[in-house]
């Protein structure tokens, strides 16, 4: 046991939260020229401006910090502090707000997005899922929560993406980042202009719409034959004159994939469209600490 005086060890603190201080603001000046490298590749492609947004770095950010961490601090304080840092890194670069669904007494969603996307980031409450989804896609520099797809349903919000509509907006990260074995935490996901990229451990959402009826088989089929395999449908939603099976996959698929479109199963007019995807989140066991 250390044979330190209280004072002693209380001065050890603060040399330590000097130090801590010290490199945030290093952190913040490197930022700062990832920002001017970024802006200066936007302009040279004609593009008039950047999406700071990079849920699939962060993941790998966050992952590498899970991998390294020891001792009694909890894990989930551990990413608090980075969730904290990372969305004030976002908004340094340009622009950076949340829109939230809050309808249909989905308060819980806020709780969520405040935890991830940072005590100060710039937030609103919607009630409609279609009005977050029109922000996100009249705002570049916006990015929407919105709930878990149900199982099934007449329509619901992500029918609306991708290639469907929506105005490019995408799925790009699901939230909470760090879940724990055997409990039930509610879960969203976040929907940006921002790219789905390749964090190393990924899950692909891909729409099978059918202009037809089309079970949860016959889409696993439709993704098998195109060569996704290992798919699972998530969610279903519209009748029997068109079918939308919303479906997961592991794995990174890329936007431009040439087997992603129109196909034919059985007489039966198929459409595949990827609308996104997310950062498989860090799974804690139950009971870890």
Do not use: C
């Not at 993941?59 to 990372?86: C, D, M, S, T, Y």
């Not at 969603?109 to 409609?128: C, I, K, Q």
Request: a negative charge; charged letters at 25%; aromatic letters at 4%.
């Amino acid at each position: 046991m250390s044979d330190k005086t209280l004072e002693e060890v209380r001065r050890d603190i603060d040399a330590l939260d000097a130090a801590m201080h010290d490199l945030l603001m290093q952190r913040a000046e490197l930022v700062m020229r990832v920002a001017d490298a970024k802006a200066q590749a936007a302009s040279d492609a004609g593009d008039g401006s950047f999406i700071a947004l990079r849920p699939g770095r962060e993941a790998q950010i966050l992952r590498a910090l899970a991998a390294r961490h020891r001792g009694p601090l909890p894990l989930e304080v551990v990413f608090r502090l980075w969730r904290e840092i990372i969305a004030a890194k976002t908004r340094l670069q340009g622009p950076f707000r949340v829109e939230v669904y809050g309808g249909a007494d989905e308060l819980a969603l806020w709780d969520l997005a405040r935890s991830h996307y940072g005590s100060s980031t710039p937030m609103s409450l919607l009630e409609t899922a279609r009005g977050v989804l029109d922000r996100v896609a009249q705002d570049r520099s916006a990015l929407g929560v919105l709930p878990l797809p149900q199982a099934e349903s007449a329509s619901d919000w992500w029918t609306g993406l991708g290639t469907l509509g929506a105005g490019g907006a995408k799925i790009v990260a699901r939230l909470p980042f760090l879940e724990r074995g055997g409990e039930d935490q509610p879960g969203a996901l976040a929907v940006a202009q921002a790219a789905f990229e390749p964090s190393g451990d990924d899950v692909s959402l891909i729409v099978v719409r059918a202009e037809g009826p089309m079970s949860d088989t016959g889409a696993i089929a439709v993704l098998n034959g195109l060569g996704f395999e290992d798919a699972e449908r998530l969610a279903a939603a519209g009748g029997d004159g068109v079918r939308f099976n919303l479906m997961a996959v592991p794995g990174h698929i890329d936007a431009e994939d040439s087997r992603l479109g129109p196909v034919k199963r059985e007489g039966v007019a198929v459409e595949t469209a990827l609308i996104g995807g997310f950062a498989r989140p860090v799974r804690l066991p139950a009971g870890a600490p």
